[in-house]
């Protein structure tokens, strides 16, 4: 996942520094630069923040208190604070508890120390998108449960999550109407329910989570989160919410469930 950002300085040169830096750094999605705190602000309150960089001394709001805004409006967010002042840094570390900060003037390795540190602390940033297939399967969006008017668009979206992240079109079709001929007409279905994906998606901000390409679908498994992918990944079974039920309402899901049932057993 990405680490969504933006940098706040009223300094022209400090902010064209950080933009280089931070622009072309893996990992950081610069959404946005400003020279205020209240065009920060309002950028926050309508757009997820994961990480922001900020100057303390500015006009009007200062970064002390854009700070704590941008903290109500997102607790978990990673705060570093930029000072040439010394006498600040008391409120910043203790005070505000700042995950880290940079004394002006700073060089490149400054930044990229700093960098750094963003990447070790986004560990703690939730992704936005979870997948639960132990008993039913659902898709939350920011703890909201995602409505499908269109069934065949959430299994299909269920067999790419099954088939590890990557499905071709004729098992999808196989698997979705079943018994059915590969034909133009089936396809028409198919290519309807992944429009169908990729508009919901988009809707919800989380277009990055799900792509087709010719005859294939893809989930891009580092933008979620998921029951089953964490077992993939080595967490114990045992330590998760499985009860013997797997996508219990797709009858193709019956082998997965067989597996995570004998993974369970091992356990008992």
């Known amino acids: 996942m990405k680490i969504r950002t933006i940098i706040v300085d009223d300094e022209l040169w400090s902010l064209k520094q950080f933009k280089e830096e931070l622009g072309n750094a893996s990992g950081i999605d610069l959404q946005g630069e400003f020279d205020s705190a209240g065009s920060a602000l309002a950028y926050a309150e309508e757009h997820v923040v994961d990480f922001a960089l900020l100057d303390i001394r500015m006009p009007g709001m200062n970064g002390i208190a854009l700070g704590e805004k941008l903290r109500e409006l997102n607790p978990e967010i990673i705060l570093i604070y930029v000072t040439g002042y010394e006498e600040f840094l008391k409120a910043v570390i203790l005070d505000l508890r700042a995950d880290y900060f940079l004394m002006k003037p700073f060089n490149n390795a400054d930044v990229m120390q700093m960098i750094d540190r963003v990447r070790y602390l986004s560990g703690r940033l939730q992704k936005r998108v979870a997948v639960q297939t132990f008993g039913d399967f659902d898709i939350f969006v920011d703890g909201h449960l995602l409505e499908f008017a269109n069934q065949k668009a959430k299994e299909l979206f ?7 992240g990557e499905v071709t079109m004729k098992k999808s079709i196989d698997l979705l109407w079943e018994g059915r001929g590969y034909d133009d007409k089936v396809k028409c279905l198919y290519r309807k329910a992944v429009i169908y994906l990729n508009a919901t998606f988009r809707e919800h901000g989380v277009a990055d989570i799900f792509s087709n390409r010719r005859g294939s679908c ?3 498994r580092d933008e979620i989160s998921c029951d089953y992918y964490e077992v993939l990944g080595g967490k ?8 013997g039920r797997y996508m219990s309402s797709y009858s193709w899901g019956e082998e997965t469930c067989g597996k995570l049932c004998r993974m369970a057993a091992e356990y008992l």
Request: net charge negative.
């Open 158 to 164: 269920a067999i790419c999550i099954d088939s590890g």
């Open 218 to 220: 893809h989930v891009n």
């Open 236 to 243: 114990n079974i045992k330590d998760t919410s499985f009860d």
